[in-house]
């Protein structure tokens, strides 16, 4: 396979391609939050229940990032990549069929399944293709396509829903699965890297700054995908407003954050990478303490100011991950710590809201959220090896 040795031309169609194709495959991972008032209305379940769609979901993800960073390596990152579209194509096509709440479950495990096989390979596909000068760039231009699913999924939303009910929706996003699937098989090459798996993971987990790394990254998920998979609830349910309002609200929330994300692989060669990640958990807190603690008035402008920070780290922490890792341990290192930190900030984060606001409101949860992400944003200076 020949590396772009020049960010220009091909490496950039190429880039954007596969920008595309994290784009779709996490709209299809958070599609649910804009549409869960809808479905908890339709099966008549509490917060608590239709919140814990996201723990079967950040499940699915935390198993199948593990086992794609142990075995993608051997089986071919594009061969991955492939089964990940094509596995989310058919679960598209199925779930419309689902008329049991409880088997949304089993569809959400399995839906995160799926999206979990891709950024374990992608990264790594990443680093291979491009030169290490390049890296920050490339990565962060690439995460940008969560930034703007997480941006464009509201309104993809609202949009599909003039034409189809909330079934319908799945039926799209399997159909452009299918679209992407068949090109990205003409034109991305194989890579593979063979390693000893089992010794490789008891070697991986003795590292400190692995684990220090999960845990930072728990509370910046937590943070986004944790206060973006609730915040319709709590906006229509405690607050009051129609849902069309509150996705709009969520959608123009993280318009601004693209650019963030961006701006952020740009600039990570030339400061302090810790400092800047510091920097983001840290603004980021004061702004969920402060969302937490608002009036309905200024909901709209800390929930804005929120995603505007946090978005940037999700970008420099993939870096970290790639700078912290040799190469035969990043697909892994990836997986081990997306695994846990989506598990628990995308899965269990959302839940434990969705019972706050059951038990008590989601104020409550929202402000204690905020609180711990910033204690744990000090753990960055415990990474030795980004000095």
């Known amino acids: ?76 990152y594009k061969r991955t990549i492939a089964l990940s579209l094509g596995f989310l ?14 088997l949304l479950y089993f569809s959400a495990f399995f839906l995160g399944f799926a999206h979990g096989m891709y950024i374990p390979s992608a990264i790594p596909l990443i680093t291979e293709y491009y030169t290490e000068k390049n890296w920050g760039k490339a990565i962060a231009i690439h995460d940008t ?29 399997g159909s452009v699965f299918v679209v992407i699937l068949a090109v990205f098989c003409l034109v991305s090459s194989e890579v593979r890297i063979h390693h000893p798996g089992r010794a490789l993971f008891t070697e991986i987990v003795r590292i400190r700054s692995l684990w220090f790394m999960t845990c930072i990254w728990v509370f ?49 060669d030339r400061f302090s990478l810790r400092r800047i990640m510091f920097f983001l958990l840290a603004v980021t807190s004061v702004f969920t303490v402060l969302l937490g603690l608002s009036s309905v008035r200024h909901t709209g402008v800390f929930l804005f100011f929120q995603a505007f920070f946090v978005t940037g780290f ?15 341990m990043r697909g892994l290192a990836t997986g081990i710590i997306l695994s846990t930190s989506f598990f628990m900030g995308g899965g269990v984060m959302p839940w434990l809201l969705g019972v706050s606001g059951d038990l008590y409101s989601f104020r409550l949860g ?3 959220l905020g609180a711990l992400t910033l204690l744990a944003s000090t753990l960055v200076f415990r990474l030795k090896e980004l000095k």
């Open 366 to 368: 929202i402000t204690v």
């Open 89 to 102: 194509s058919l679960l598209a096509f199925l779930i419309p069929a689902v008329r049991t709440f409880y």
């Open 145 to 173: 396509g969560a930034s703007l699913a997480i941006f464009a999924t509201p309104l993809v939303v609202l949009f599909l829903l003039h034409f189809f009910p909330w079934r319908g929706i799945f039926v799209v996003y």
């Open 314 to 328: 999700f970008p420099l922490g993939l870096v970290a991950i790639a700078r912290t890792f040799p190469r035969e």
């Open 1 to 76: 396979m020949a590396r772009f040795e020049e960010f220009r031309g091909k490496a950039i169609v190429f880039l954007f391609f596969l920008l595309f194709v994290w784009f779709v495959s996490f709209s299809i991972r958070i599609v649910f939050s804009p549409i869960l008032p809808l479905v908890e209305d339709e099966f008549a379940v509490n917060h608590a229940k239709a919140s814990a769609i996201f723990t079967f979901l950040s499940a699915g993800y935390g198993l199948s990032v593990i086992l794609s960073g142990l075995f993608s390596g051997r089986a071919g």
């Open 220 to 268: 910046g998920a937590g943070s986004n995908l944790g206060i973006y998979s609730i915040t319709p609830l709590y906006l229509t349910k405690e607050l009051g407003l129609t849902i069309d309002y509150a996705n709009t609200i969520l959608a123009v929330s993280r318009l601004v954050s693209i650019g963030v994300a961006v701006a952020c692989g740009f600039i990570v």
